[in-house]
């Protein structure tokens, strides 16, 4: 069974960094997308980094270029998002997800409803 599970997650004031981690049981990551997707109450969902498994490309939302990074370790069971210079507006749900490995990042972000796993998703809120 796949299986996707975030971790991470928590309280901190603007201007703070969290680490989220996305570990995938049962695959590995090879020739697959893996992106982070977050969701705010009353918002709709929004891609906010997508990896590629097979080429290391990325894609990053304009709302979190140069404050975040996505990467992948080195056994591909693990994608991280690094999110620096949080935002009270950066407070959401976070979600990862997997897709086949046959799409583009920024179609996986931008367009794609990933198909292949969905993890639970873990809190971010960015509060003083």
């Known amino acids: 069974q796949l299986q996707l599970v975030e971790s991470g997650g928590g309280l901190v004031q603007p201007g703070g960094s969290l680490r989220l981690s996305c570990a995938a049981s049962g695959f590995t990551l090879d020739h697959y997308v893996i992106g982070w997707f977050r969701q705010a109450p009353g918002k709709e969902r929004e891609g906010v980094s997508c990896?590629?498994?097979?080429?290391?490309?990325?894609y990053y939302a304009d709302s979190v270029k140069g404050r975040f990074t996505i990467s992948r370790d080195n056994a591909k069971i693990t994608v991280y998002l690094q999110m620096n210079s949080l935002k009270p507006e950066d407070t959401a749900v976070y979600y990862c997800?997997?897709?086949?490995?046959?799409?583009?990042?920024?179609?996986?972000?931008?367009?794609?409803?990933?198909?292949?796993?969905w993890g639970q998703g873990t809190q971010v809120t960015v509060s003083s």
């Open positions: 997800a997997a897709e086949s490995g046959i799409i583009t990042v920024q179609a996986m972000c931008v367009i794609d409803v990933p198909s292949v796993a």
């Open positions: 990896i590629s498994s097979s080429d290391g490309s990325t």
